[in-house]
């Protein structure tokens, strides 16, 4: 019986140009110039995003908002930018 391996693309550490930060993946990178170094593509990681008025920890992430605002339910969200119909709905928010 022969045994195969199967090769797997494996992405490479990359490191900042601009300051000693190592990424790794190209996206982590994107998303590093676009908060460190106000990048171009800052809007794409940035626009209606939300963030948290008690911690400042912040997504685009939806379900991980949600989850995050049962944490710290106490703060002012905005309902332009995440709709919380689903904690209102079971109580978790006002």
Known sequence: MET????????????????????HSRSEMLQHKAKMH??????????????????????RNRPKILLHIIHHPNQYIDETIIDVSILKKHGILN
């Open 38 to 59: 106000n990048d171009e593509r800052k809007s794409r990681y940035q626009e209606d995003a939300f963030t948290c008025a008690l911690c400042g920890w912040s997504s």
């Open 4 to 23: 195969t391996v199967t090769e797997f693309k494996v992405e490479k550490d990359i490191e900042c140009k601009r300051c000693e930060f190592v990424a």
